[in-house]
């Protein structure tokens, strides 16, 4: 190789890595990170170095059928695994998830219990047992003298009258982590970082 073509070569492979680090890496890890993120969900806990288990679910212990065998903080529409995002940045990259309730469930905590609360969890009462506030309180579907609420009472809606009928102000939320340092992710980014400059100092 003569100076000519080593000084074409490293001033063409200098504006390589300044794009490689200014945006193709913060997307590439984004990606990765991102991923490995939602994984968490399928995983049932947070992958550190060392899987850390989520504690079970209420719903997981009390209900049958495909709500109790969903893992913890799944559900039917996965909106709190799929509001992971990332956005890119040049030189850098920021994972979050924007939903009011990720942070509780991420960190852990105390949640007061307001009276919009309590009032949510009566219409979830109604709801477990099949009928409305409206009907309940009218002696409607009434079977010899038992009224729907006791017909149709199950682990459910039992579990969403004693939320609304609470003397406790709070109630702790358990930590399940999802998002976070990881030194398995770290890894894995730092394979990628070294690949991606590998492949482009590889004449």
Known sequence: MTPQNFREFAEKRQKELAKLLRSD???????????????????????????????????????SGADGQRGPLLSRTNTLRNRILFKPAPGRVRIYNDLIYAAIHNNGGNITITPKMRKKFWAMYYKALGTSKATADNGKGRYKGRTVAHLNATAESEKWKRMALTKKTQFVMPQRKFIGPSQTLTRELRRTVEDEIRKILTP
């Open 25 to 63: 890496l913060p997307r590439l890890m984004g990606t990765k990170a991102m991923q490995h993120f939602r994984g968490n969900f399928a995983r049932g806990g947070f992958l550190d170095d060392n899987l850390q288990a989520w504690p079970s679910t209420w719903r997981q212990q009390t209900l």
